[in-house]
């Protein structure tokens, strides 16, 4: 029997003891003895609760299983995917990114703003991402070089961008509708839509870049260890600010596939992207105190999180309700993560 193996592209923290401590994770241990044993039901919790939401849905939904719903899915799941692996940058440095939803409102309004005021769409698009990028850099170096408490400066970045977006728009929706961002929103390569292949690509860059190259190893040494990482060599302050650089810059990308999908600038705050990306990072397997990530982990759990709110959509669940659902679920894998290894 083989060693158990932890979850895809997982950074472990530090190596298995061994003797009589390490017993658990002996090749000895048969399939009921791994069963039994916490760690394996928190490394796998978010694939184990796919697995399950897909079985119970399917059974209990004609709908939920058809091509049409699952591609709906997963285009719903695109935007959020592109949020939670920003927001996993940030997190592996121990950090949190509480204004990542605001940013995308934002550049969403920046783009309107732009393009309503008779710039090309290009230009439009490009000002929208250095909108999100330059909120993500802001919040970076005032965290890295004025010490301050992330919380605090993202909390405050949150507000900022409300406000902001708020003024730029005057309160109201812009129409921003044109051939890109139609294309963007339905267009497709094959069976997949546009949507979901700026996802996937962002995913894989993300995951190269945090496990194939010098600067991921930089960035989870950082979140593992400050001290160490500094006695290491790593420039630590550097780190944070491309963590929360980068995930200013993908909330900028999640703006304009929003405007896309929506067909306007909305001012409204995205509050409901901030709480699903930390969800979706949880029950990816991060550790929220930093130095172990995944990304394959968190873009399950975006669309483990958005698979749910359209099952009981289908099932006619009230919106009232969904919300204590997804909470619930984030709750549990918390919990769970007391025993990962």
């Known amino acids: 029997?083989?060693?158990?193996?932890?979850?895809?592209?997982?950074?472990?923290?530090?190596?298995?003891?061994?003797?009589?401590?390490?017993?658990?994770?002996?090749?000895?241990?048969?399939?009921?003895?791994?069963?039994?044993?916490?760690?394996?039901?928190?490394?796998?919790?978010?694939?184990?609760?796919?697995?399950?939401?897909?079985?119970?849905?399917?059974?209990?939904?004609?709908?939920?299983?058809?091509?049409?719903?699952?591609?709906?899915?997963?285009?719903?799941?695109?935007i959020l995917i592109v949020v939670t692996v920003g927001q996993t940058y940030v997190i592996v440095t121990s950090g949190i990114d509480l204004s990542i939803g605001s940013v995308v409102t934002l550049?969403?309004?920046?783009?309107?703003?732009?393009?309503?005021?008779?710039?090309?769409?290009?230009?439009?698009?490009?000002?929208?991402?250095?909108?999100?990028?330059?909120?993500?850099?802001?919040?970076?170096?005032?965290?890295?070089?004025?010490?301050?408490?992330d919380f605090v400066v993202t909390l405050g970045m949150l507000s900022v961008a409300s406000g902001a977006a708020l003024v730029l728009s005057d309160g109201r929706p812009v129409q921003v509708q044109?051939?890109?961002?139609?294309?963007?929103?339905?267009?497709?390569?094959?069976?997949?839509?546009?949507?979901?292949?700026?996802?996937?690509v962002v995913a894989g860059i993300a995951h190269v870049a945090l496990f194939h190259m010098r600067f991921g190893t930089h960035l989870l040494a950082t979140g593992g260890s400050a001290e160490v990482a500094r006695a290491m060599g790593?420039?630590?302050?550097?780190?944070?600010?491309?963590?929360?650089?980068?995930?200013?810059?993908?909330?900028?990308?999640?703006?304009?596939?929003?405007?896309?999908?929506?067909?306007?600038?909305?001012?409204?705050?995205?509050?409901?992207?901030?709480?699903?990306?930390?969800?979706?990072?949880?029950l990816g397997g991060v550790s929220l105190f930093g130095g172990r990530g995944t990304v394959v982990g968190p873009v399950v759990g975006a669309v483990l999180l958005t698979a749910l709110v359209n099952g009981l959509t289908l099932l006619g669940v009230s919106q009232f309700y969904q919300p204590i659902a997804v909470g619930s679920v984030v709750i549990l894998s918390a919990l769970l993560t007391r025993w990962q290894t």
Request: hydrophobic share 60%; no cysteine; charged share 10%.
């Open 234 to 282: 790593v420039n630590v302050a550097r780190m944070k600010i491309a963590a929360y650089t980068i995930s200013g810059f993908l909330a900028g990308i999640a703006g304009v596939m929003l405007t896309a999908r929506v067909g306007a600038a909305e001012p409204v705050a995205a509050v409901a992207l901030l709480l699903s990306s930390v969800a979706a990072v949880v």
């Open 1 to 78: 029997m083989t060693q158990q193996a932890p979850p895809p592209d997982a950074a472990t923290a530090s190596p298995e003891p061994e003797g009589e401590a390490a017993a658990p994770a002996t090749p000895g241990r048969g399939p009921l003895e791994r069963l039994r044993d916490p760690s394996f039901w928190a490394n796998w919790a978010v694939v184990v609760a796919l697995v399950v939401l897909v079985v119970v849905f399917g059974t209990l939904s004609d709908v939920f299983l058809t091509a049409g719903n699952i591609d709906a899915i997963l285009v719903a799941s695109a």
């Open 178 to 200: 044109t051939r890109f961002l139609l294309e963007l929103a339905a267009g497709s390569i094959g069976p997949l839509r546009y949507m979901i292949v700026v996802a996937i």
């Open 107 to 149: 550049a969403s309004v920046v783009l309107g703003y732009a393009f309503a005021n008779a710039w090309g769409i290009a230009a439009a698009v490009g000002i929208g991402l250095l909108a999100g990028l330059l909120a993500g850099l802001i919040n970076g170096i005032i965290i890295a070089k004025g010490k301050i408490t």
